[in-house]
């Protein structure tokens, strides 16, 4: 798994990448000066001020004021953390259209709570990510990342505010999902997310059809097929390893159902639209 992957020179915005599991992380911001966020892809994390803690999770992005010092931590290492994190400034758009950006306010959380939309997001700070590394010299790369980030936290900020009308999730399958969403790379069946859940499955698949619109089998692969997509432009893992993270216990499986959804193998969707 990769570590931290961020900018090499003094550059802002800065963007990163951080993918950690099975290591009990923790570590102390370097970057005070200025506004941070970490958006979560998988996993959970902590962030602890002198009198405080915090724990942001799957969809989240936690938006973090200058100057105030503070540490972060893994709190289960066996679940890790994945995160792509963004240092900033604020900017005369982003202060006239959004109410977040007071100094005094140390922490703030912002859900996403439209699956598709979280892994849209990810590639966003996956396209300014990839251009602050393959173009750190060019003259206007601040203004593009700068304007690639407002896209990002204006989105964040939009769905944050308009969940949608979707249809109220049961509590239980609420649960459910946000352990799914954790924790894509374990490999689970109906009957164990009915039994998390509490139910039996029959009610279990009843409830979660009503919640989600999708039967749980068909939204399970959707999001990991999506998630694999990302991983395939985002990094340079193998394909067994992306059908791993993402809970396919086969590759050759994996590749059959992702060129089902997809179209194409993950070895030419990459090469399509992937990883330099």
Not at 14 to 35: C, D, I, K
């Amino acid at each position: 798994m990769r570590g931290v992957i961020g900018s090499t020179g003094p550059m802002m915005p800065m963007t990163g990448y951080f993918n950690s599991r099975f290591e009990p992380r923790q570590w102390v911001e370097g970057n005070l000066a200025h506004w941070n966020g970490y958006y979560t892809l998988r996993g959970k994390g902590e962030v602890r001020f002198a009198n405080e803690a915090v724990q942001t999770g799957v969809g989240e992005l936690l938006l973090l004021a200058p100057a105030h010092r503070r540490s972060y931590r893994i709190p289960d290492p066996q679940v890790g953390w994945e995160f792509y994190w963004l240092h900033f400034r604020m900017t005369p758009r982003l202060g006239q259209r959004l109410d977040w950006f007071d100094p005094a306010r140390r922490w703030q959380v912002h859900g996403v709570a439209d699956v598709s939309l979280r892994v849209e997001l990810a590639s966003q700070l996956e396209a300014a990510h990839r251009f602050n590394l393959t173009e750190p010299d060019l003259p206007q790369r601040e203004p593009i990342v700068e304007a690639l980030l407002e896209a990002f936290l204006l989105r964040v900020a939009s769905a944050a505010a308009s969940p949608g009308g979707a249809s109220p999730v049961d509590p239980r399958i609420e649960r459910v999902l946000e352990r799914f969403h954790c924790d894509l790379a374990t490999v689970v069946n109906v009957d164990q997310l009915a039994e998390i859940a509490g139910l039996s499955r029959s009610q279990f698949c009843l409830l979660f059809r009503r919640g989600t619109g999708r039967s749980p089998q068909a939204y399970m692969e959707d999001r990991r097929l999506e998630m694999a997509a990302h991983y395939l432009r985002a990094t340079g893992q193998p394909v067994a390893e992306v059908a791993e993270m993402v809970g396919f216990a086969s590759p050759f499986y994996f590749t059959q159902r992702f060129h089902r959804r997809h179209g194409l193998s993950p070895t030419a969707y990459r090469r399509q639209h992937g990883h330099a």
